[in-house]
């Protein structure tokens, strides 16, 4: 199936981390930028991080640099999004998209339609 498949979804408390993944098929995964994307209730979706599974490009939300890390395990067919430092502005729904082009990179569109797959998504809840 052509789905990607987002897992790690938790409630922390602030100053915890949360490891997420995305596991995609063999042929979605390779040669594809794969980004992660969130969005809190009553909030506009907003690209968080990506990366390209076939070379070392990443990108990284200002919000997030420094404590968020974008990783790939090419063994697995697997993104992580390594989640450090939580806040409670840092609850959402996270959901990854695959692309072969370099639109996930800054992620100026954030309409998952808009990319070729798309997960349905792991929720994070951090509390204060």
């Known amino acids: 199936e052509d789905r990607l498949v987002e897992s790690g979804g938790d409630s922390v408390t602030a100053g915890g981390s949360l490891t997420l993944s995305c596991a995609a098929p063999?042929?979605?995964?390779?040669?594809?930028?794969i980004g992660w994307f969130r969005q809190a209730p009553g909030k506009e979706r907003e690209g968080v991080a990506a990366i390209y599974t076939s070379g070392s490009s990443m990108w990284y939300h200002d919000s997030v640099k420094g404590r968020f890390t974008i990783s790939r395990d090419n063994a697995k067919n697997m993104v992580k999004l390594q989640m450090n430092s939580l806040k409670p502005e840092d609850s959402a729904m996270y959901y990854c998209?695959?692309?072969?082009?370099?639109?996930?990179?800054?992620?100026?569109?954030?309409?998952?339609?808009?990319?070729?797959?798309w997960g349905q998504g792991t929720r994070v809840t951090v509390s204060s």
């Open positions: 998209a695959a692309d072969p082009r370099r639109l996930l990179l800054g992620a100026k569109c954030a309409e998952l339609s808009e990319y070729a797959h």
């Open positions: 063999e042929h979605i995964y390779s040669n594809n930028y």
